[in-house]
């Protein structure tokens, strides 16, 4: 298995401009996380989906941010506009949530600078 | 809600020495997971050891191991025989396993440790 795959791994964009942030999960893992750490907040988690549903949004910071699964195999979060305060490492993670098995599988994240 | 926090922001160990990371927690639940991620220069997080709460017996997974003391909310890791390339960040991390936020991870502010040869 290739593991979590984002893209892409290094994005530089202006200010204003929309941001198009991509994940494949891995197949079979019915819940996908998306995740931002900087340097000030750390990590913490924006949204999440079970089966292609969003459970939960209450991490995504405002309205500009949205995020979307549209099937089992691809994610994508999107910024518009985007600011520089948006400039961050951008985690995409994976997971097959049974009793036997707990924990994540983490992309190599994205870093988007916004300048 | 649940919190994580990690009182050692940076740590340095020689190599082949021991090294134990702190990590303490606050919940009101009775049964979640706890895990160390770690994340070297590469920015990969990497699953480094997990605890289920129910589990009195603490996790070990080759030279890491780990404390995991329920009562004191507790969850400390050692690295024994340190190596170079245990050089990372190290996030100590809670799963809430029923209810609301089913899957989430909270995480510690993470502690940078270094290895020296």
């Known amino acids: 298995d290739a593991g979590v795959i984002q893209s892409p791994r290094h994005e530089v964009t202006e200010m204003g401009q929309e941001v198009t942030l991509r994940c494949k999960p891995i197949?079979?893992?019915?819940?996908l996380f998306w995740y931002r750490q900087t340097m000030m907040r750390g990590l913490e988690l924006l949204i999440y989906f079970n089966n292609n549903v969003p459970i939960d949004d209450s991490g995504m910071p405002e309205d500009r941010f949205s995020a979307k699964m549209p099937n089992a195999s691809f994610s994508t979060l999107k910024i518009q506009p985007s600011e520089p305060r948006d400039s961050a490492v951008y985690f995409c993670?994976?997971?097959?949530?049974?009793?036997?098995?707990?924990?994540?599988?983490f992309g190599s994240g994205t870093r988007l600078t916004v300048v | 809600a649940q919190t994580v926090t990690q009182s050692q922001p940076e740590m340095s160990v020689q190599e082949a020495e021991t090294v134990t990371l702190s990590c303490t927690y606050d919940?009101?639940?009775?049964?979640?997971?706890l895990f160390w991620y770690k994340q070297p220069p590469s920015r990969q997080m990497i699953l480094v050891i997990r605890?289920?709460?129910?589990?009195?017996q603490n996790a070990t997974e080759n030279r890491f191991s780990v404390n995991f003391q329920k009562a004191a909310k507790s969850f400390s890791l050692k690295i024994s025989d340190s190596q170079l390339g245990d050089t990372a960040m190290y996030f100590c991390a809670f799963m809430k396993l029923y209810g609301t936020s089913y899957g989430k991870l909270t995480f510690g502010q993470g502690t940078i440790l270094t290895v020296h040869p």
């Open positions: 993670a994976s997971s097959l949530q049974t009793l036997s098995n707990y924990g994540y599988t």
């Open positions: 605890q289920e709460a129910y589990k009195q």
């Open positions: 197949s079979g893992h019915d819940y």
């Open positions: 919940t009101s639940e009775s049964n979640y997971y």
